[in-house]
């Protein structure tokens, strides 16, 4: 006797009958939130590192992927714009005392943490 199997069913997929359908029982792989820096590498890996990009969304992976470097990018981006704002004597003081001038150091503080994550975390 002949094997009726469907390659898909000798792979060890299964079906589900809805309205006299067999429809295929399959899963996307969860679908995770990128931000504006996960949008950014992936803007990066399509245009410069298209081979890594090929693997990455052929594997299933580049969703988790870009999500975890958009995360990696805001912590790297917090704790540099905190340490850099330390250094330079940024403090509730100054913002109590000069607001305008805060806000302008903190601005500077802030542009220069994020051309860091850009250039070490995005744009690698």
């Not at 601005?107 to 995005?122: C, D, F, G, P, Q």
Request: proline content about 2%; glycine content about 8%.
């Amino acid at each position: 006797m002949k094997d009726t199997k469907t390659i898909y069913e000798q792979l060890g997929g299964t079906y589900r009958e809805e309205k006299g359908n067999l429809v295929p029982d399959v899963e996307l792989p969860e679908q995770k939130h990128i931000g504006k820096y996960g949008k950014m590498h992936l803007d990066y890996l399509k245009q410069h590192r298209r081979g890594r990009y090929s693997a990455l969304l052929g594997e299933g992976r580049l969703n988790a992927y870009l999500s975890e470097i958009d995360e990696q990018a805001h912590e790297m981006l917090t704790s540099l714009t905190v340490e850099l704002a330390d250094v330079q004597g940024i403090d509730e003081h100054l913002k109590a005392t000069d607001q305008m001038r805060w806000v302008q150091m903190m601005n500077n503080v802030r542009n220069s943490a994020e051309e860091t994550v850009m250039r070490k975390l995005i744009l690698a």
